[in-house]
Each structure stands twice: as structure tokens, then as C-alpha cells.
């Protein structure tokens, strides 16, 4: 059974950067497919951002879309998630989520981290 550690949360100011990371374990990590997903309080978690196998091909959320960025290293079991200009409406608690089929991540994946809270001030 595949193992998700995610780490990197935090406070940071409006407009600020953070880099989240998730730790995989248990299995073969290049067979696998990884997203983010995030949860803010009293909402339903949402897809963030995914990243194939071999990272040809990634996907994100409009709300996202080009101030994050999803990245692995296969080498070192690991997805990134760089978020800049961070907005106080990114509060949420992270997720990491791995599936082998790169269409399946974003929806319903079959492995889930634990989360790490990132909360952003105005």
C-alpha cells in the first residue's frame, strides 16, 4: 500500500510563496500518477493540480493556473507543489493523492496523504 507524507505548510503573507512537498513510500512511485487536492474549512476538498508518471503531462485548476506548479522527482519519491502569489482565499489544508491512472488522480484517487494546513494572511 503506497504511503503519502506531505510537509511544507505554514503561515505566509499575501503574495508570498511556499513549496509543498509529498513523500511516497511503499510502492513504486514512477507507476503512479500524483495530484494535490485542498480542503478550506466548511468547503468540500477540491482538485488542485496532477502530474503524470513520467511529468510530460500536468493539469490544474483554473482558480491555480499560473501561480502553482506540480513537479516530481521519481528519483526521490517525491511531488512538489510550488505555490506563489498566494491569495488568503489558497487557506486550505493541502492534500497529496496517488493513483496509477493519470485520469483517475484528479477524480477519485486511490491514495491519500494526511495534509498539511497552509494558511494565507490578508
Known amino acids: 500500500q503506497a504511503r503519502l507524507v506531505e510537509s511544507g505548510g505554514g503561515l505566509v503573507q499575501a503574495g508570498g510563496s511556499l513549496r509543498l512537498s509529498c513523500a511516497a513510500s511503499?510502492?513504486?512511485?514512477?507507476?503512479?500518477?500524483m495530484g494535490w487536492f485542498r480542503q478550506a474549512p466548511g468547503k468540500e476538498r477540491e482538485f488542485v493540480a496532477t502530474i503524470s508518471r513520467s511529468a510530460i503531462s500536468t493539469y490544474y485548476a483554473d482558480s491555480v493556473k499560473g501561480r502553482f506548479t506540480i513537479s516530481r522527482v521519481n528519483a526521490k519519491n517525491t511531488v512538489y507543489l510550488q505555490m506563489n502569489s498566494l491569495k488568503p482565499e489558497d487557506t486550505a489544508v493541502y492534500y497529496c493523492?496517488?493513483?496509477?491512472?493519470?485520469?483517475?488522480?484528479?477524480?477519485?484517487?486511490?491514495?491519500w496523504g494526511q495534509g498539511t494546513q497552509v494558511t494565507v494572511s490578508s
Open positions: 493523492a496517488a493513483d496509477p491512472v493519470f485520469s483517475t488522480v484528479a477524480a477519485t484517487p486511490g491514495y
Open positions: 511503499g510502492r513504486t512511485f514512477s507507476n503512479y500518477a
